[in-house]
């Protein structure tokens, strides 16, 4: 059974840095491309960085770039998102999920991944 779990997520000031784990299991992590998302409260869930250890494609998208960075352990089959100086703006539940594929056929687009965990709570505030 495939499956995702986030954690790392939690109340932190702006500037700061956070990094979040998804492990996953039920399916072998160097065949699948690997999505971070994140939804704030009355927004759609946004795309924010795919890996996929196929061709060794990495995405992100441009709201994160420079701060972001994923990263993989396959002994671990976990999936990171080292994110540095957040800001309120990335206030969000921020969810992991797989899809089949590489990452530029999928373009961070949601609608290509899954199955979805239940996301681990991201806040940034002073």
């Known amino acids: 059974q495939v499956q995702v779990v986030e954690s790392g997520g939690g109340l932190v000031q702006p500037g700061v840095s956070l990094r979040l784990s998804c492990d996953t299991s039920?399916?072998?992590?160097?065949?699948?491309?690997i999505g971070w998302f994140r939804q704030a409260p009355g927004r759609e869930r946004e795309g924010l960085s795919c890996l996929s250890s196929a061709d060794g494609g990495i995405d992100y998208a441009d709201s994160v770039k420079g701060r972001f960075t994923i990263s993989r352990d396959n002994s671990k089959n976990t999936v990171y998102l080292q994110m540095n100086n957040l800001k309120p703006e990335d206030t969000a539940v921020y969810y992991c999920?797989?899809?089949?594929?590489?990452?530029?056929?999928?373009?961070?687009?949601?609608?290509?991944?899954?199955?979805w965990g239940q996301g681990t709570q991201v806040t940034v505030s002073s």
């Open positions: 999920a797989p899809a089949r594929g590489v990452c530029s056929y999928h373009k961070l687009g949601s609608r290509f991944f899954g199955p």
């Open positions: 039920g399916f072998t992590l160097d065949l699948y491309a």
